[in-house]
């Protein structure tokens, strides 16, 4: 089992630019999240699928973030346009239930 | 917002002593989960403690948690050297006995063990 596989590992961007990260959940696994994890804190849910569907997305700021879960297997998260601010680790995680997460390694955005 | 608190913020012991982690939550949950990450790395699930149960082990780690206390702490045994990582509790909310299936997490305790 490959595990959620996220990519990419780092990106570095000059502020208001556009970036995308993107997500592969393990398979059969319907519910997928995304977490923001700020330096020195835990994380924090930005938005939870349930297959296709964005069934929480109360903490995801919609003036620059969006997300869309393709055929309810991949994910992306795009950030446009970007602010200092969104300097973060960003973290996908799948489940078969609401028991059994599995966590990605993340993508550390680097906004200068 | 970050349901849980975790204490102490930083921990720093020997290899082979023992390392005692706790957490504090505020709201009725339906499991409360430990998480390890290492530096620059994803979270590893350790365990997990459902809202009925009192007390759980896996290997090294004991996890014992109090609903009317809204309290948990997770014991690692005879620790080593790569134990050394950040430990988180996140919690499952409850309303009226169904998951979210949503997370929240502490902001962790780092856990330094030296050889």
């Known amino acids: 089992e490959a595990g959620v596989v996220q990519s990419p590992r780092y990106k570095i961007i000059e502020k208001k630019q556009p970036v995308a990260f993107w997500c592969n959940p393990i398979?059969?696994?319907?519910?997928l999240y995304w977490y923001r994890q700020n330096l020195g804190q835990g994380p924090e849910l930005l938005i939870r699928y349930e297959n296709e569907e964005a069934v929480d997305d109360s903490q995801l700021p919609k003036d620059r973030f969006s997300a869309e879960r393709l055929k309810g297997v991949d994910s992306t998260l795009k950030i446009q346009p970007a602010e200092l601010g969104d300097s973060a680790v960003y973290l996908c995680?799948?489940?078969?239930?609401?028991?059994?997460?599995?966590f990605g390694s993340g993508t550390r955005l680097t906004v200068v | 917002s970050q349901q849980g608190e975790e204490d102490p913020q930083a921990l720093s012991i020997q290899e082979g002593e023992n390392a005692t982690m706790n957490c504090s939550y505020k709201?009725?949950?339906?499991?409360l989960q430990w998480y390890r990450q290492n530096s620059g790395r994803g979270l590893v699930h350790l365990i997990l403690i459902r809202s009925n149960e009192r007390e759980k082990h896996s290997g090294r780690l004991r996890v014992t948690l109090d609903t009317s206390k809204k309290s948990s702490s997770l014991l690692i045994t005879a620790s080593r050297a790569a134990d050394t990582a950040s430990y988180f509790c996140a919690t499952d909310f409850n309303a009226g006995g169904t998951s979210y299936g949503k997370l929240t997490f502490g902001q962790g305790t780092i856990l330094t063990v030296h050889p």
């Open positions: 398979s059969g696994h319907n519910t």
């Open positions: 995680a799948s489940s078969y239930d609401a028991y059994g997460y599995t």
């Open positions: 709201t009725s949950i339906n499991n």
